[in-house]
Structures are given as structure tokens and as C-alpha cells.
């Protein structure tokens, strides 16, 4: 973002093209920082670094849209010194970061259930949204206190206070109505769902979003992950044939 990085587009074979939207599960801080002989909150320090890269490289690259997994609903289960950690943390790389996402003319978003976020967080969130609300950029979507059931049970709540107000008959519930209810029903849904670490499941993450992403996993641990890593991915996605459950050449 602060700088531009080398020639990462040149690096992408000329026949690929970027997928607009997507999604990373950044995983294997904690792996990572044992390997290291240092503690899981290093661990996510280093994430932190990755994050800025990929952030940065996609942005070069031309994504339209980049979510990033960085707490979910079920990380408050983690010891409280490293929630209380990756909070401030986050905190943190946002406040130095946002002059640089303004610059860049990276509109930021954050999706997930926030209420139950610290104050200062909250703030920050708030703040980097209003800041780069009228941005034209690429679209960075943060996902927060994140879970893809919560997401959807936030979205049924809403239609039925809808259908209780008598707005809305049960029947006149589609798909497209529920995904207007989602935390940011304006963007496409990720083509590319990529996952570091090597785990190879969804981990409630964006569920109603990747019905029809192509996913791709790779062994390297989030912190050591690069541009390099992320043109691979890209050069993997490219590879792919995507069907949308039809069958390829009929309309
Ligand atoms: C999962 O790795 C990672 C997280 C729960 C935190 C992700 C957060 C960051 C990468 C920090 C940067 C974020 C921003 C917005 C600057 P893990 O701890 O589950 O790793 P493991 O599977 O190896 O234990």
C-alpha cells in the first residue's frame, strides 16, 4: 500500500485472469511461531506482516475484492492473553495502516458481529469505514468476531422481524432477499477461496458466500505467505473449470 511492490503482474501469465473476489482463511500463525520457537501472539505479529503483502499485492493485481478471515466467532475460546492480543493487534495495524488504505483508495469493511468487540476496536472499524467510505478502489473486508451460521441466523432474524411487521409474507422470502439481509450483501461472492496452513475445511467461514468458489489450499503457514504464493494460487484458480453446477458450452 505505502509503496508499490515490484512487478507482480508480470509475474501472472498473461492467459490468467484475476478472480475479483477473494477470500483468504489466513491460518498457521501458531504453527508457525512453534517452528520458530517463539509465542502464538509473535506468531500472529508475523501474520500481520503477511497480511500487509497480500493486502498490498492484491491490491497491484487488480482483486476487487479481498476478505480476510481475522477473528472468528469461535476464536473467543483461545487463551485470553492471545484474544486480548490478536484485539489489539488488529487495533493497531489498522490505526497505522488506514492513512496508507486512504491513499491507496482501499475501501474498508468490516463484517461480523461487533457489539460484542472491545470499544477501541469498535472505533477503529468505525472510523476506517467512514474514512474510506467514498473509495473506488479495491474493497478489503475485514471479517471480525466472524461466523458464517451467525451470519446467517443474523439474516433469518431480520426477515422474520420483517415478516412480523407485515412487510414482508413468508413466501416472498427468495434467496436474493436473504442475501440482502448478509453483513455485505453489495459485493460478488469470492471466486477464489484460498487457505494457507494447509487445513483442508471452510472453518464457518463465509458459508452462504463460497457455494460456488473454487477453493485452494496450500501448506504455507499465513506468516511466510507472498505475492509468489499468491500468483500460484491464482495461476491454480485458473486452471479450474468452473460449471455453476451446469455443463461446460450449454447456456
Ligand atoms: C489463525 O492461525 C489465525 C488467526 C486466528 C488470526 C489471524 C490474524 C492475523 C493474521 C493478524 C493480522 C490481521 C490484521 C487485520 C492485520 P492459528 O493461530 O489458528 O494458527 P495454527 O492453526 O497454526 O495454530
Redesign the pocket.
Known amino acids: 500500500m505505502a509503496q508499490s511492490t515490484s512487478d507482480l503482474r508480470e509475474r501472472l501469465p498473461a492467459d490468467c485472469q484475476v478472480p475479483a473476489h477473494i477470500a483468504i482463511i489466513?491460518?498457521?500463525?501458531?504453527?508457525?511461531a512453534q517452528e520458530h520457537g517463539l509465542s502464538?501472539l509473535e506468531?500472529?505479529l508475523a501474520?500481520?506482516e503477511?497480511?500487509h503483502r497480500v493486502v498490498q499485492a492484491c491490491d497491484e493485481l487488480g482483486v476487487q475484492v479481498l476478505s480476510?478471515?481475522?477473528?472468528?466467532a469461535e476464536?473467543w475460546g483461545r487463551p485470553g492473553d492471545e484474544v486480548s492480543g490478536?484485539m489489539s493487534?488488529?487495533e493497531d495495524?489498522?490505526a497505522q495502516e488506514l492513512d496508507d488504505l486512504v491513499g491507496a483508495g482501499i475501501r474498508f469493511i468490516a463484517s461480523g458481529r461487533r457489539d460484542e468487540l472491545p470499544v477501541a476496536l469498535r472505533q477503529i472499524l468505525a472510523r476506517a469505514e467512514a474514512r474510506t467510505a467514498d473509495d473506488d478502489g479495491m474493497v478489503l473486508n475485514?471479517l471480525i468476531n466472524y461466523g458464517g451460521r451467525a451470519e446467517i441466523v443474523d439474516a433469518t432474524r431480520a426477515l422474520a422481524y420483517r415478516v412480523q411487521a407485515g412487510e414482508i409474507a413468508p413466501e416472498d422470502i427468495t434467496e436474493q432477499l436473504l442475501r440482502e439481509c448478509l453483513y455485505a450483501p453489495g459485493l460478488p461472492d469470492p471466486d477464489l477461496l484460498l487457505r494457507p496452513?494447509g487445513e483442508m475445511r471452510v472453518s464457518n467461514f463465509l458459508l452462504w458466500e463460497i457455494a460456488y468458489a473454487e477453493i485452494v489450499v496450500t501448506p504455507v503457514?499465513?506468516p511466510d505467505f507472498d505475492g509468489g504464493h499468491l500468483i500460484e494460487a491464482i495461476v491454480e484458480y485458473n486452471a479450474r473449470q468452473r460449471r455453476f453446477g451446469g455443463v461446460p458450452g450449454v447456456e
Open positions: 489466513m491460518d498457521g500463525n501458531g504453527r508457525w502464538r506468531g500472529h501474520g500481520r503477511a497480511t480476510l478471515y481475522a477473528f472468528s476464536n490478536l493487534l488488529i495495524a489498522l475485514l496452513g503457514l499465513w
